[in-house]
């Protein structure tokens, strides 16, 4: 059972950066699609950012141009750089599978305001 640990939220004004880190529990997460989701409070979780094992990207529409997912499979780590941060990004945000299938961690605070 893979698990994972974010780290790298925070508090940021808007048109800031942050970057989110991953770990995964286990070197099988190699094998797999990965994916950032958020969720804002009350809000159903959505999918962000996704990333396949050959490093193929796909992007939600309002993050497209801001966000940028990356992997580094040797040290069982996934990315989100986030950039031009708005209000409407706060939310905590997850990594996991692409799919949603592993277990969910605690995530990380991301809170963009003035």
């Known amino acids: 059972q893979v698990q994972f640990v974010e780290s790298g939220g925070g508090l940021v004004q808007p048109g800031g950066s942050l970057r989110l880190s991953c770990v995964a529990s286990?070197?099988?997460?190699?094998?797999?699609?990965m994916g950032w989701y958020r969720q804002a409070p009350k809000k159903q979780r959505e999918l962000v950012a996704s990333?396949?094992?050959?490093?193929?990207?796909v992007y939600e529409d309002s993050v497209k141009g801001r966000f940028t997912i990356s992997r580094d499979n040797a040290k069982n780590m996934v990315y989100l750089q986030m950039n031009s941060l708005k209000a409407e990004d706060t939310a905590v945000y997850y990594c996991?599978?692409?799919?949603?299938?592993?277990?969910w961690g605690l995530g990380t605070q991301v809170t963009v305001s003035s």
């Open positions: 996991n599978l692409a799919d949603g299938s592993a277990s």
């Open positions: 286990s070197s099988i997460f190699r094998f797999y699609h």
């Open positions: 990333i396949s094992r050959g490093s193929s990207t």
